[in-house]
């Protein structure tokens, strides 16, 4: 019954700003991680950032420290994904993700496997 839903996309002008949600429902407890990923057309999927649940603790790759930001709104449980001066190259369909794991210090080497349908983001120049 797990469900995560993605929301907030849509086009944008180069130097603007990102604000995605993601809508998590249906996880039986809080020892879960989520995921933001993304991918462009013609590349692979990117692993954005992660965090869990329940311990708050939040990874990300070297690649993506300094641009991405997240923060999980418990009450809400809702995960969100930030980022400012956006360029075209950020355009891509931006994917949430979820799996279970006790820990958030296993969450950056989860294999995840639950997700939402994505959500589309256009950067024009």
């Known amino acids: 019954q797990e469900q995560l839903v993605e929301s907030g996309g849509g086009s944008v002008e180069a130097g603007g700003s990102l604000r995605l949600s993601c809508a998590a429902s249906?996880?039986?407890?809080?020892?879960?991680?989520m995921g933001w990923f993304r991918q462009a057309v013609g590349q692979k999927r990117e692993l954005l950032a992660v965090?869990?649940?329940?311990?708050?603790?939040?990874w990300y790759p070297d690649a993506m420290k300094g641009q991405f930001g997240i923060s999980h709104d418990n009450a809400k449980n809702t995960l969100y994904l930030q980022k400012s001066g956006l360029t075209p190259a950020d355009t891509a369909t931006y994917i949430c993700?979820?799996?279970?794991?006790?820990?958030?210090?296993?969450?950056?080497?989860?294999?995840?496997?639950?997700w939402g349908q994505g959500t589309q983001v256009t950067v024009s120049s």
């Open positions: 249906g996880f039986s407890s809080r020892r879960y991680c």
């Open positions: 993700a979820a799996g279970y794991s006790d820990y958030g210090a296993f969450c950056h080497a989860l294999k995840y496997n639950f």
């Open positions: 965090s869990h649940a329940g311990d708050g603790k939040i």
